[in-house]
């Protein structure tokens, strides 16, 4: 069992910048890969960012490449998401997901959730 909790999610101007941490219980937090998906209002969910258990494979969505970064620190049990260049079509809730496949979270698909954080980026 994983327990995530997501955190670092605000108002911010456009071309600014947020960093999202995702706090995961158990000490298995090693064996996951971790995601990074967002919701916006009226629209499905869709994923943004994948990170492998070791940290050495990325995966990110095409609206958010080149903007968006990925990490892990495997100590402190955390997952971050480094967010610059933010746009107004980056307004949404954050969810913080973990799965021990990295190749199901990369096809969007996990098995623990957190209750999400919600970023929101005037224009």
């Known amino acids: 069992q994983v327990q995530l909790v997501e955190s670092g999610g605000g108002l911010v101007q456009a071309g600014g910048s947020l960093r999202l941490s995702c706090a995961a219980s158990g000490r298995t937090f090693s064996s996951y890969a971790m995601g990074w998906f967002r919701q916006a209002p009226e629209k499905e969910r869709e994923f943004v960012s994948a990170i492998s258990w070791s940290g050495t494979s990325t995966y990110y969505a095409d609206s958010v490449k080149g903007r968006f970064t990925i990490s892990r620190d495997n100590a402190k049990n955390t997952v971050y998401l480094q967010m610059n260049s933010l746009k107004p079509q980056d307004t949404a809730v954050y969810y913080c997901?973990?799965?021990?496949?990295?190749?199901?979270?990369?096809?969007?698909?996990?098995?623990?959730w957190g209750k999400g954080t919600l970023v929101t980026v005037s224009s």
């Open positions: 997901a973990a799965d021990s496949s990295y190749s199901a979270m990369v096809a969007g698909r996990a098995r623990y």
